[in-house]
Nanobody, 120 residues
Framework: QVRLAESGGGLEQAGGSLRLSCAAS????????MGWYRQAPGKQRELVAV???????NYADSVKGRFTISRDNAKNTVYLQMNSLKPEDTAVYYCNANIPPGYSGSGTYWGQGTQVTVSS
């Protein structure tokens, strides 16, 4: 089992910045991809950004150039630096981790989510 603990959400004004952190614990040896998803009220959960163990990244078009995902493998922690925030970034942000098949605990894991609210 993998446990994901998120922190760093809150209320920010449009144009401001927030930094989210997600620390993984438990059976973390096989974790490859880690990332962030978000879900706004009345909408489906969507990808924000993901990063592999080797550092390859992928971003949603809506956050490219504003958000940066990074990872500290030694600390088993993934970060999301969010700049130039917009009201449409308001959502619950969920941390995600994947252990590929063949490794102990293979599967997809989710954090409990952290609220990000951007006021106009």
């Amino acid at each position: 089992q993998v446990r994901l603990a998120e922190s760093g959400g809150g209320l920010e004004q449009a144009g401001g910045s927030l930094r989210l952190s997600c620390a993984a614990s438990g059976s973390i040896f096989g974790i490859n991809g880690m990332g962030w998803y978000r879900q706004a009220p009345g909408k489906q959960r969507e990808l924000v950004a993901v990063i592999t163990r080797g550092g390859s990244t992928n971003y949603a078009d809506s956050v490219k150039g504003r958000f940066t995902i990074s990872r500290d493998n030694a600390k088993n922690t993934v970060y999301l630096q969010m700049n130039s925030l917009k009201p449409e970034d308001t959502a619950v942000y969920y941390c995600n981790a994947n252990i590929p098949p063949g490794y102990s605990g293979s599967g997809t894991y989710w954090g409990q989510g952290t609220q990000v609210t951007v006021s106009s």
